[in-house]
Nanobody
Framework: QVHIVESGGGLVQAGGSLRLSCQVS????????LAWYRQGPGTPNYYEFL?????????DYIGSVKGRFTISRDNAKNMVYLQMDNLKPEDTAVYYC????????WGQGTQVTVSS
């Protein structure tokens, strides 16, 4: 059973920044492509894919966050991060990490609230 713990969320004003962290207990972590997702307040059953990063560090983003969010990882610590800059109210959501194909059970997520 893979254990996922997301952290770093909070309340921030529009234009502000947050850095999310995700700790994963998985021995093959360094070989996996990891991703960040979010659930918006109006779509509680939908996990929106945001970005992913390969074991070697190649990253990809959806258009709405490209240039504002940066995904990174530390394979030695089994950690994946999401630096979020220039946050907008529509970024308000619960943020989760998982594999690129979301094969693991979801963690508890971390709430991000962006005020206008």
């Amino acid at each position: 059973q893979v254990h996922i713990v997301e952290s770093g969320g909070g309340l921030v004003q529009a234009g502000g920044s947050l850095r999310l962290s995700c700790q994963v207990s998985e021995s093959t972590f360094e070989f996996l492509t990891l991703a960040w997702y979010r659930q918006g307040p109006g779509t509680p059953n939908y996990y929106e894919f945001l970005a992913d990063i390969s074991g070697g560090g190649t990253a990809d983003y959806i258009g709405s966050v490209k240039g504002r969010f940066t995904i990174s990882r530390d394979n030695a610590k089994n950690m994946v991060y999401l630096q979020m800059d220039n946050l907008k109210p529509e970024d308000t959501a619960v943020y989760y990490c998982n594999t690129q194909t979301a094969i693991w059970s979801w963690g508890q997520g971390t709430q991000v609230t962006v005020s206008s």
